[in-house]
Structures are given as structure tokens and as C-alpha cells.
């Protein structure tokens, strides 16, 4: 059973950078594609950014040129860089791992942006 572990969530002010971790457990085999995905109270979840074992880069509008999303392939862990964060980042963030189509989600980290 694969298991992702987000850390890094914090209370910060805006404009300033964040970094998040996700490390996978619990495969034989590299992930096809790492992510993740936020939610806020009262709203859907929805994809932040995600990287695929070739390196392709998938971003939400609302965090290019912000974010950054990385992945390191041997260790099946995945980042995200938060630079430039405003009250509306303000979310949990989750991981999500496609492993040969299975797909699985971290317990969420809470990130909150505020002064």
C-alpha cells in the first residue's frame, strides 16, 4: 500500500515563500505523475500543479509564475515552492501519486496566508 507524507505547511504573511514536501512509501516503482491539489473551507478541491515521470508541468492560473512544482524521481517525492503567497493560497494542500494508475492522496497540509 503506497502512502504519501506532506510536511511543510505553515502560518504565513503575505508575500512570503513556502515550501512543501511529499514522500511516497510503500511502492516498487516510480511514480507516473506527483502532485498537488488544494482545498479551502467551503470550496472543491482543485489542482495546484503537477509533474510527470518525463517532467512535464501542468500549473493552475491562479499560481503561475508563483509556484513551483519539482519531483525527485529515485526517492518518489514530490515539492512545491510557494513563493509570492496571498490570503487566497489559503488551503490545505494535498499530495496525489499516480502509481500504475493508482492514484493516492496524502493527509493534507494546512497552509494559511494572513497578516
Known amino acids: 500500500q503506497v502512502q504519501l507524507v506532506e510536511s511543510g505547511g505553515a502560518l504565513v504573511q503575505p508575500g512570503e515563500s513556502l515550501k512543501l514536501s511529499c514522500a511516497a512509501s510503500g511502492s516498487g516503482s516510480r511514480a507516473l505523475s506527483m502532485g498537488w491539489y488544494r482545498q479551502a473551507p467551503g470550496k472543491q478541491r482543485e489542482l495546484v500543479a503537477t509533474v510527470t515521470n518525463t517532467g512535464a508541468l501542468n500549473y493552475a492560473e491562479s499560481v503561475k509564475g508563483r509556484f513551483t512544482v519539482s519531483r525527485h524521481d529515485a526517492e518518489n517525492t514530490v515539492y512545491l515552492q510557494m513563493d509570492s503567497l496571498k490570503p487566497e493560497d489559503t488551503a490545505v494542500y494535498y499530495c496525489?501519486?499516480?502509481?500504475?494508475?493508482?492514484?493516492?492522496w496524502g493527509q493534507g497540509t494546512q497552509v494559511t496566508v494572513s497578516s
Open positions: 496525489n501519486g499516480n502509481f500504475n494508475w493508482h492514484f493516492y
